[in-house]
């Protein structure tokens, strides 16, 4: 049956006709696909999120994982009084140095011997060995007749047959195979310690009359002869004032720090720099009294020393810069996790890490910066052991008195990251105070990683604060105007325009921002202070004369268009404003009102939170006038003539009925343009010193978390602690996100509740 015209009128069809149900079937059945495909999307929009959230999740998960130590092999060995023991970075060979002049290496997994060497030394005459920095690779034997033997250990890889790997383990002789004098009195060494770094060889030794003596070898090689080379020695003594029997003695990587300690407790810390004139920086008490110290180790870099206490405490002490510029040391943090003598300290290579071994044979694994104890549990059977510790801080060896090995696996990928480290203020090496830090990579090998998310948070507060303080006075107030006062025709035009402002990308804005706003602000900082001054008076001002004017001159202009008055007025007070800003800066700033404010100690950056606040305020207004003015524009007329009916003026209606019914949707506008600012990337990336300061000072940039990720997450290596970590910024970004807008949802319903009965 066909539909039918007659007279011009179409004639539908029955309602129980074949067409009329097959348009009803069809209908049903696009009302259902429409339904199931746009639920299908919102629940697909919610799959991806939380998928989103548990993968953010699953990466960041390790960073918080403890240690966990793993038993590879144990054996018997002949191999007995072992002074010292270190394992190569792959954890299969291993090298025993013993006190009576034999270095031994052997595989690691089952002690088969790889090569023994006999340094020419004689046995009998040995009284004291020493090992310098574990990077280094050196060790150093002390004599009865002052004199001193210094050896490293090295390893030749090959590959012979193109895939499997050949280590031959070697003992070289950095200043030759003579022994070097030490102490000129010819007094046995009974304590020693080494550094071999660059050439320069190091040596300090505490003699049997208790005088501590040092000894620098600078080797020169020759310009014809590579192989040939002469020495040049540097001695000097010293005999420190009131101090007991000395216990241990450390010198520094870099030969410049010299550590000893006393059997009172007592800690001398010298300056030995110029080796010929050394000189005492501090002596310190250390420990409380009936307490003593039963090892020191330097930290990698050289720069702090752990002591090991009699009572199971570890300290870290480290030299720190007074208000005068001078140096004293400073018990910096401590671990008192195990409750045994320390008997033994293995520090990590490349971290700020370590392990203790204690009177009872339990091992504690440590990290300084983050604070954090990772593991302590009983693992050797007795506390004469020696332990080694791989370079990769993943394998530890162990060898006791009488001979017995343990190979351990150590799995400890990030111990440098805990909520101390990436939320209080952390004190670290060679800084004069505890500080929230943000630096995660440096050109030095014993750098110290820096991963405080506090600065990185603050930025993003920073900038969302400029943000939002720019965009949401103009914009709410635009939104009201253009959705209640303004002529239909006027706001055809405006609304569209200031919509289509939040397709311009991000990283335009970012780029005009940083190479044209941010040098004119600087060059005419007080054209656009007068600006943000004079704007806001004017407008007032204009008003005012505006309702001064005859009552013909102001019905000439048609109603809702008064707002086209005020864009001759903002145009004349920029351009007046910015022409004299030269002239105010003479005036009042001696011509350079950025060098005024460093003077005057408020920093000045040309990228600053000014110009974020600016230009960022530029990119969420749209977000915020687009949904005010629909909220607004959406309260029901008859709400508006009612009030008007009433006896209210328009101001009292819009103050009193319509901003109250549109408020769930003001503040949704309010808290969406917030989240807008707390992700924004590309503008607070490209128009900031992206430094990760923390200063609420507007003429300062600031680094934030979303910006921190798009600079350094293309340099990080996957899995690495410092890549975890940035994938723990995202989280937080996406939590903060998800808190706000979850907040800003209660609060909308509860206003939307509150004023639905208007």
Known sequence: MQEQTVDDQTVLPAADSPIAKRRRAWRETKDKVAKYGVGFGGISVILAIVLIFFYLLYVVLPLFQGADLETRTIYQTEQTATQFLTLNEYNDVALSVSDNGTARFFEAENGHPMLEVDLPVRPEAITSTAAGAA???????????????????????????????????LIEYPLGEELVVVDPQGQPLELLSVQSYDDQTTFAAVTADQRVVLKSVIREASFLDPSAFTLKEKAASISPTGAARITHLQLDIDQRELYFVDDKGFIYFYDVQ???????????????????????????????????RSDGQIDQWFPVRDKDNNYFLHNVRSFNDQQAA??????????????????????????????????????LESADAVIGLSPRANGLISLTADGQVKLIHIDNEHPDISWHSLWEKVWYESRSEPEHIWQSSSASSD????????????????????????AVPLAIMGAIFTAYFMSPKMRSIVKPTIEIMEALPTVILGFLAGLWLAPIVEDNLPGVFTILFMLPLMIILTAWAWTKLPRRWREAIPDGWEAAILIPIVIVVGIVSMSLSSSIELWLFDGNMPQ?????????????????????????????????????????????????ALGA??????????????????????????????????????????????????????????????VEMPEAEVNSSHYRVLFLAALVLFMATFVLNTAAEVVRQRLRKKYSSL
């Not at 300290?345 to 091992?363: H, M, N, P, W």
């Open 135 to 169: 990077v280094t690779g050196v060790f150093a034997y002390g004599m009865t007749d002052g004199s001193a033997l210094v050896f490293n250990q090295d390893y030749k890889i090959t590959y012979p047959t193109g895939t499997q790997r050949k280590i031959i383990p």
């Open 274 to 308: 110029d080796i010929a004139s050394p000189r005492l920086v501090q002596k310190v008490k250390a420990v409380p009294t009936g307490v003593g110290i039963t090892s020191l180790e330097f930290l990698t870099g050289g720069i702090s020393v752990l002591v090991g």
């Open 342 to 379: 320390i008997v033994a300290i293995a520090v990590e290579q490349a971290r700020k890490g370590f392990l203790a071994l204690d009177s009872t044979g339990k091992l504690g694994v440590y990290h300084t910066t983050a604070e954090r104890t990772l593991l302590v549990e009983p693992q």
């Open 447 to 470: 750098f110290e990683p820096k991963f405080s998310l506090t600065p990185l948070t603050f930025g993003t507060i920073k900038a969302a604060f400029y943000a939002m303080l720019v």
């Open 596 to 644: 005024f404010l460093n003077d005057i100690g408020i920093d000045f950056d040309q990228r600053n939170s000014l110009v974020v606040g600016l230009v960022m305020g530029f990119a969420v207004i749209p977000t915020i006038f687009s949904i005010t003015e629909d909220a607004i524009f959406g309260v029901p007329k008859h709400l508006t003539i009612g009030s008007l």
């Open 649 to 710: 003026t328009p101001w009292q209606t819009m103050t009193r009925v319509v901003l109250l019914t549109a408020s769930p949707g003001i503040f949704s506008a309010v808290m969406i343009g917030l989240g807008r600012a707390v992700g924004e990337t590309m503008i607070v990336l490209m128009a900031t010193g992206n430094t990760p300061i923390m200063d609420f000072n507007i003429f300062e940039g600031f680094r934030a978390l979303s910006a921190n990720i798009a």
